[in-house]
């Protein structure tokens, strides 16, 4: 609900504070008093597009401040929540705009920018006119006023859920058929590939195994000579031999040297271990070194073979075994892709046909709130004086979409037989006013917590028809907040707060103010819109008649 809006240097009001009331509050004035500006700078507050020059004459800046009361379940809190900024149960807007044009906004003393303002004015102001363009007017919208009478958002849910399923299915059967596509283009090369592959089945680390295998075979020769000199200098006729005879004539000797012998045998036993295990290394390195010549031919046949492979498909020669997997898992994929895409295929129709179900029983709860709503504004236009004319709920099939495969328009026929149209194309202003207004009580109903602002919707009705309108006005209001522009005392009389805007002239400046009319002003002032300028005692008593019918 709108608490209060405090208005400062914009165009001819120079400093206004309004404290607004649940229920019906009525703004009368004469017409260029300044009605038109109050809402101008409502807009701007709420970060509507309007008027390019706000700022009043001679002042540095303009500036409005709106105060919200926010229940706990209202939807401004997910706007402010995902925009960053702090919530809680009291909203102020705040927005400034210098005479040069600039403008800066404030959300609950935090910045904010002009869009998150428009946001917020979607959950917190709704705005009536005859060119409202934003709501009832605009057939862009009326799909989704038609759910919410009907109360079908959790139908129109699982469509938009199908809508995305099935639009997952397509793209991933896409997807695999353009890969089914591009494996085909290579088949020839991948069977080719894989066959050398499989023929030469390399290995991982096959290539550093078979250069040093090699390396080791082109030298050996030579080696094996060296070690086998060194096999035979060790031997029994080298130096075993000779540190064994040593040994034994030390073992003879020791038993007259008193103990001087046994430290040089004792070393002599050692060093004999130690050959012992030289001479195994070696035999062992003699076994290695001995190799058939056409060893050394298959090695480097099979390492050149691994590289020019390697170089052929631009890969190291250890990245050829995991190269070879990669071209089998796209041969397998070519084999299996025709039962894939038989499966994907099988998933799309699947995925489509939920679509079309879950479309077609919000498309048939449509047309059945199509229905209902048509007869609840049926029964508004009667107390209207309207009750010659046909309000029409049409549903015609379109392109299905994410909100279903129906295209909604709310259209009127002013007179049985004559032509039926949109609502702003067919209907006159006073007309227009009144289906608007019919159409709002029928979708507002049983709601809460709204402010809605009407815009002289009474205009171009009088007499019993305005009274009717004024009726419809407050039925709105209860539980809520309406604010109405009205220039109808039958609309003024039946409102629960009363506001007169007003010009005033003061040292050659010309201001508009907003006053808060008690009883009496209200007698006076109801007056002045049956009489005119002139009030008459007449005046009086049919404004009192009016206020307390």
């Given at each position: 609900?709108?608490?209060?809006?405090?208005?400062?240097?914009?165009?001819?009001?120079?400093?206004?504070?309004?404290?607004?009331?649940?229920?019906?509050?009525?703004?009368?004035?004469?017409?260029?008093?300044?009605?038109?500006?109050?809402?101008?700078?409502?807009?701007?507050?709420?970060?509507?597009?309007?008027?390019?020059?706000?700022?009043?004459?001679?002042?540095?800046?303009?500036?409005?401040?709106?105060?919200?009361?926010?229940?706990?379940?209202?939807?401004?809190?997910?706007?402010?929540?995902?925009?960053?900024?702090?919530?809680?149960?009291?909203?102020?807007?705040?927005?400034?705009?210098?005479?040069?044009?600039?403008?800066?906004?404030?959300?609950?003393?935090?910045?904010?920018?002009?869009?998150?303002?428009?946001?917020?004015?979607?959950?917190?102001?709704?705005?009536?006119?005859?060119?409202?363009?934003?709501?009832?007017?605009?057939?862009?919208?009326?799909?989704?006023?038609?759910?919410?009478?009907?109360?079908?958002?959790?139908?129109?849910?699982?469509?938009?859920?199908?809508?995305?399923?099935?639009?997952?299915?397509?793209?991933?059967?896409?997807?695999?058929?353009?890969?089914?596509?591009?494996?085909?283009?290579?088949?020839?090369?991948?069977?080719?590939?894989?066959?050398?592959?499989?023929?030469?089945?390399?290995?991982?680390?096959?290539?550093?195994?078979?250069?040093?295998?090699?390396?080791?075979?082109?030298?050996?020769?030579?080696?094996?000579?060296?070690?086998?000199?060194?096999?035979?200098?060790?031997?029994?006729?080298?130096?075993?031999?000779?540190?064994?005879?040593?040994?034994?004539?030390?073992?003879?000797?020791?038993?007259?040297?008193?103990?001087?012998?046994?430290?040089?045998?004792?070393?002599?036993?050692?060093?004999?271990?130690?050959?012992?295990?030289?001479?195994d290394g070696i035999v062992a390195a003699l076994e290695t070194l001995s190799f058939n010549p056409s060893d050394l031919e298959d090695t480097e046949e099979r390492l050149f073979a691994i590289r020019a492979m390697a170089r052929k498909h631009d890969v190291i020669p250890d990245e050829l075994a995991a190269f070879g997997e990669t071209l089998r898992a796209k041969l397998n994929a070519l084999d299996a892709g025709a039962a894939d895409l038989g499966r994907l295929t099988s998933e799309v129709a699947a995925a489509e046909a939920a679509y079309r179900a879950a479309a077609d029983t919000l498309s048939m709860a449509r047309k059945n709130s199509a229905k209902k709503l048509d007869k609840a504004v049926m029964g508004e236009l009667a107390p209207l004086k309207m009750e010659r004319a046909v309000f029409t709920t049409q549903i015609e099939a379109e392109e299905p979409g994410p909100d279903g495969i129906d295209n909604v328009a709310f259209t009127v026929?002013?007179?049985?037989?004559?032509?039926?149209?949109?609502?702003?194309?067919?209907?006159?202003?006073?007309?227009?006013?009144?289906?608007?207004?019919?159409?709002?009580?029928?979708?507002?109903?049983g709601r809460t917590g709204l402010t809605m602002i009407f815009d002289e919707i009474d205009r171009g009705v009088g007499g019993a028809t305005a009274d009717a309108v004024g009726r419809r006005l407050a039925t709105l209001a209860h539980g809520g907040q309406v604010l109405v522009v009205t220039h109808s005392p039958q609309v003024a009389a039946l409102g629960a707060h009363h506001w007169r805007v007003q010009k005033q002239v003061s040292k050659g400046m010309t201001t508009s103010q907003v006053v808060a009319l008690d009883a009496t002003d209200r007698v006076d002032e109801i007056a002045r819109m049956l009489a005119g300028d002139t009030i008459t005692d007449e005046a009086r008593g049919a404004a009192r008649a009016l206020l307390n019918s």
């Open positions: 609900m709108l608490r209060a809006l405090d208005i400062s240097d914009m165009l001819i009001i120079d400093r206004l504070e309004l404290a607004f009331q649940p229920g019906l509050n009525v703004l009368t004035g004469e017409t260029g008093a300044g009605k038109s500006i109050l809402l101008d700078s409502l807009g701007f507050v709420l970060g509507w597009r309007g008027r390019a020059e706000l700022v009043r004459q001679g002042a540095e800046q303009g500036e409005v401040t709106a105060c919200f009361d926010l229940p706990a379940d209202h939807p401004a809190h997910a706007v402010l929540d995902e925009a960053g900024l702090p919530g809680g149960d009291e909203l102020i807007l705040r927005r400034v705009n210098t005479a040069d044009g600039r403008k800066t906004a404030w959300v609950n003393d935090r910045r904010c920018s002009g869009e998150t303002l428009r946001a917020l004015s979607d959950t917190l102001i709704e705005l009536h006119g005859q060119h409202d363009d934003r709501g009832l007017l605009n057939p862009r919208g009326h799909r989704t006023i038609l759910d919410e009478f009907g109360g079908l958002d959790g139908k129109r849910a699982k469509v938009r859920t199908a809508w995305r399923a099935a639009g997952q299915a397509r793209k991933a059967l896409a997807d695999a058929e353009a890969q089914m596509q591009a494996i085909r283009d290579e088949e020839e090369f991948l069977r080719h590939a894989v066959a050398e592959l499989n023929t030469l089945d390399p290995q991982t680390g096959e290539d550093a195994a078979l250069d040093a295998s090699r390396r080791l075979m082109q030298g050996a020769e030579r080696i094996r000579d060296d070690v086998q000199r060194a096999h035979q200098a060790l031997g029994h006729d080298g130096a075993e031999g000779a540190v064994s005879d040593a040994m034994r004539w030390l073992d003879g000797a020791a038993e007259k040297a008193e103990g001087q012998l046994d430290a040089p045998l004792a070393a002599l036993a050692r060093c004999m271990v130690e050959m012992d295990e030289a001479m026929a002013t007179n049985p037989g004559a032509p039926s149209g949109a609502l702003n194309k067919i209907a006159s202003g006073g007309e227009l006013s009144r289906f608007l207004l019919a159409l709002k009580v029928c979708l507002t109903g």
